[in-house]
């Protein structure tokens, strides 16, 4: 190498950063220690070699336009460029391409000190990736400062908490307390995670339009690398789904454990009642006496009382037993309006039907299903004469009666303009012996053997409000039931 071109370049050879001392046509006249070694090029390797074969080829006429830019305008250029490495990762570097002349313009050499910069897009990388996970995940996520407030939130914690996103940063969570949890429970939270520990916990958060979602929440303290805490990091797991089924499974198993219980209890009651009614008779017969056939008479009253709803307990757990055959959903549905419409409470009763005649017929137990309808149109009817008792003014009652197909599944709809079903009510009377009438008037049972022949049939029922304001039951068959 000629002593002339590096005399000063020298002085870069215990630089940190790599150092490249180039032709103007590109070639390498010289390169430093640090230049060789990071490329794994060591003695003279690469002299003579153009500086754009280390490169990635990607970078090539970015890099011609910098050396014809810096030899042109005689000025700094930078760039970002990758030195590609046999067998290790590629080098990202920041380059700083100057002219380095010694006076005479035609001997211009061009100097480039590249810094290794792969560390840093490294990092800026993962933040990048981090970001994107955290940005786009379905779990809501939030970052606090040290004090509680938000600094962060994803688009699904701004969807679970029905704010903006400017309503929320600066805010602390509390902003979504549902006051559902003790100070104790709060309390607790902090102290563990203001101890540099991670908290789970299930938590019950408000949304701006007041609905209350309840998911499990983990918070975890973000570490300084020197130690210390920087913030936390919260991250929440949608429960309501859970709940909702939690909540359904319940109230399943509740209904099944009374199920089997009252049938239990209709048997054992059944048998005696049996006997008494036989004895009834007999000494009914027996008897000349007019006060005892009276009184015997009251007796007998009360035994088919007490008969009927033991049959109505029994029918609960055994529909399976009877025979199943493809029953017209509609035809019953006229039949079972026909039947309560002869009931001298209907009398001043509209009843609208609306049935779609495409539907198919379906395997279940004719019978059983006209119980059902028929205890909802006599709930109906009963509702609205109840409601007529209390009401000034002209009210005609409206019981309306629809069949559709809904997802393959027969959709049984029947809505009343009576005075409905409240809120607290609703979950409980499906349950055994619920009932507002009064005493002699209802068993409180009717809905509650509907429920358990729908279920058995592999259907559901749900009780809401009416467009009219009233009640209204949906009861959804599927066409293919597996038995
Ligand atoms: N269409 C309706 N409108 C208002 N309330 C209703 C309606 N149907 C049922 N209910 C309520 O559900 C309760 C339970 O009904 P059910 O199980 O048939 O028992 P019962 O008719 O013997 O009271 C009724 O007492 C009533 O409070
Ligand atoms: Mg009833």
């Known amino acids: 190498m000629n002593c002339d071109r590096h005399i000063s370049f020298d ?7 790599m150092s490249f001392l180039l032709s103007i046509e590109g070639k390498i006249l010289a390169a430093n220690k640090s230049a060789l070694t990071s490329l794994g090029k060591p003695g003279t390797e690469l002299l003579d070699k153009q500086f754009i074969s280390l490169l990635n080829p990607a970078h090539i006429l970015k890099i011609e336009n910098a050396i014809i830019k810096c030899i042109s305008e005689r000025e700094k250029v930078e760039i970002d460029c990758k030195f590609m490495r046999d067998g290790r990762g590629d080098i990202d570097a920041q380059c700083y391409f100057s002219v380095f002349s010694n006076g005479e313009k ?10 290794d910069v792969t560390e840093e897009k490294q990092k800026e990388l993962d933040l990048l990736r981090f970001y994107n996970v955290a940005h786009h995940t379905v779990n809501p996520l939030q970052i606090t400062d040290l004090s509680g407030r938000m600094i962060y939130v994803n688009p699904a914690f701004v969807k679970m908490s029905g704010y903006k996103e400017e309503e929320l940063l600066g805010h602390t969570p509390s902003l979504l307390n549902s006051g559902r949890h003790s100070k104790k429970f709060w309390d607790e939270m902090w102290h563990t995670i ?9 938590v019950a958060n408000r949304k701006k339009n007041g609905e209350v979602v309840h998911t499990q929440l983990l918070i975890s ?4 690398s020197e130690g210390g805490l920087l913030g936390y990091f919260g991250i929440h797991r949608d429960l309501t789904e859970k709940k909702n089924l939690e909540k359904q499974l319940i109230h399943t198993q509740k209904m099944e454990s009374i199920g089997t219980l009252a049938a239990g209890v209709a048997h054992e009651v059944g048998n005696p009642l049996a006997s008494i009614s036989a004895l009834v008779q007999i000494i009914q017969r027996s008897t000349e006496e007019v006060f005892i056939k009276e009184k015997l008479e ?5 035994i088919t009382r007490i008969s009927k709803i033991i049959r109505d307990l029994v029918d609960f757990s055994r529909p399976s037993n009877y025979e199943l055959k493809l029953t017209d959903v509609n035809a019953n549905l006229r039949e079972s309006v026909e039947i309560v419409r002869v009931g001298k409470k209907a009398k001043d009763i509209e009843f609208v039907s609306d049935l779609d ?9 004719s019978d059983q299903l006209q119980q059902v309808f028929v205890n909802i149109l006599i709930n109906g009817v009963d509702a609205i004469v109840e409601k007529k008792g209390v009401t000034k003014e002209d009210y005609t009652g409206k019981i309306h009666i629809k069949t559709q197909c809904v997802n393959g599944n027969i959709q049984i709809i029947f809505y009343d303009n009576g005075p409905g079903v409240s809120e607290e009510h609703s979950m409980k009377i499906f349950e055994p012996f619920f009932t507002t009438k009064k005493e002699g008037k209802g068993t409180g049972l009717g809905l509650w053997v509907s429920y358990g022949i729908v279920k058995s049939f592999q259907g559901d029922i749900k009780v809401g409000t009416s ?4 009640a209204e039951f949906v009861i959804n068959l599927p066409t293919n039931p597996v038995y």
């Open 11 to 17: 002085a870069l050879n215990d630089f940190s950063e």
């Open 106 to 115: 035609t001997s211009d050499k061009i100097l480039i000190i590249a810094k």
């Open 194 to 202: 203001s101890d540099g520990k991670v908290w789970v916990g299930e």
């Open 221 to 224: 303290p973000i570490m300084k």
């Open 298 to 302: 009251l007796v007998k009253k009360q």
């Open 357 to 365: 005649e495409s539907i198919e017929p379906l395997h279940l137990v």
């Open 467 to 470: 467009p009219m304001g009233g």
